[in-house]
């Protein structure tokens, strides 16, 4: 049987299951990952989402591996504006962040501060560090990558491939406005 592990909002009332190993565990630092961080970070309660040099931790799964154990009721979700496709959804109950779902996307990026401390995989690269404000330095201690890089695609179309190309759909219960 798959290992599973158990993550939660900060509150604890919205637990998801993960089953498996993650597709990876990255660090995004594109301009719509720390714009919604700031946002969902300015909410009453809610968590540190950015790390100190301004990237977003997501430890990506298929969506086939991660099940909602309780308080799906309060998912909600929000888009930065009515045009963009990808939503955010965060445990309301906290204002924890639990995840981003791009459109069509077999795969959630569930937000690292769902892991007990320490217990997070360890991301294996940066993203779209590209993006980041002129002047801003990263750390060295894994590749940042300028946009997605081929092995980033790969591992994604891999895990689309043992899913049978399927995209099963993530309990959400409304929006919210962040």
Known sequence: ???TTEIACSCGRTRLEVRGKPIDSVECCCSSCREA???MQRLDGAPQVLTDHGSTPFVMYRKDRVRCLGGAAALKTFRLSPEHATKRAIATCCNTPVYL??????WLSLYGGLWPEGTMPAPTMRTMASDLPEGAVLPDDIPNAKTQNLRFF????GAWVAMGFRNPKTPVTGEINV
Not at 101 to 106: A, D, L, T, W
Not at 154 to 157: D, Q
């Open 1 to 3: 049987m798959a290992e």
């Open 37 to 39: 961080a700031a946002r």
């Open 101 to 106: 779902e791009f459109k069509g996307g077999h």
């Open 154 to 157: 790969a591992r994604l179309f």
